[in-house]
């Protein structure tokens, strides 16, 4: 059973207004700050920066001296998403390289260190989330959820773009959303991998109000209509 999705003015969730963060990891890096001028201009609300260190998924992208260059080059709310091992010990410099916001994986550590990131990063006055591999069950939100402003549920293995989205991962949001209006109504749910203008439908009926799209948006020929799909599917 779906659950019932109300504001305080009984507006349905899902016609309230959706975010669209495209990750740069499907963007052409040798001209970064074109590309995210590009969607800004194309309606963007964050951009989702994807960190991965080689050994808590098996890729290496982009880092702590690439944030500082797109911070300097953009306005647009930056988004980071830390798969790396052991997050806390780089939840600062993330911060002081320009992320708005800092995903920590439950999985990359303890719950007293991921507790400890979150603290770190709002100490020096940015948003934190937590992030949950398709594997992690929902209930592993919970010792987080009343200090995050946003969880990520992974709708692919994190690690590369392009991939399938995995609809067995819809009963979780419908969870997650669950959680949220009961504990924190005010946390974002952003969804992370295979999202386009058919599993973005699936997503925002679930609960999803943050939607990560790379290949979607940076792959298409006119991103802001694929920006303008997304929100509107
Ligand atoms: C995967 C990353 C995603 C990825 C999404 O590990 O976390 O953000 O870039 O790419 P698409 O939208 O192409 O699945
Ligand atoms: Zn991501």
Do not use: W
């Not at 963060?21 to 989702?48: C, T």
């Not at 592993?140 to 549920?153: G, M, N, S, T, W």
């Not at 504990?183 to 997503?203: F, Q, R």
């Amino acid at each position: 059973m779906k659950p019932e999705i109300l504001t305080s003015n009984g507006i349905r969730k899902e016609s309230m207004m959706i975010k669209i963060a495209p990750s740069i990891l499907s963007a052409d890096f040798s001209r970064l700050g074109a590309e995210v001028e590009d969607i800004r201009l194309g309606g963007a609300d964050y951009v989702h920066f994807d960190v991965m260190d080689g050994r808590f998924v098996p890729n290496i992208s982009i880092g702590i001296p690439v944030l500082k260059s797109l911070r300097a080059a953009t306005e647009l709310f930056i988004d980071a998403h830390l798969m790396i091992e052991e997050p806390v010990r780089y939840a600062e410099a993330f911060c002081r390289a320009g992320a708005d916001l800092v995903n920590f994986h439950v999985e990359a550590d303890s719950e007293e260190n991921i507790l400890a990131a979150i603290e770190k990063t709002r100490a020096l006055g940015k948003k934190s989330g937590v992030t949950l591999k398709p594997g992690t069950a929902a209930e592993a939100a919970l010792p987080f959820i009343e200090k995050v402003d946003l969880i990520l549920v992974m709708t692919v293995e994190p690690g590369f773009g392009g991939q399938s989205f995995m609809h067995g991962m819809l009963p979780k949001i419908e969870t997650i959303r669950g959680y949220i209006e009961r504990y924190h109504p005010l946390c974002e749910l952003e969804v992370d991998g295979g999202i386009d203008k058919n599993t973005a439908a699936l997503v925002k009926t679930a609960g999803a109000d943050v939607l990560v799209a790379g290949s979607s948006v940076f792959k298409a020929q006119d991103r802001a209509k694929a920006i303008c799909e997304l929100k509107n599917a």
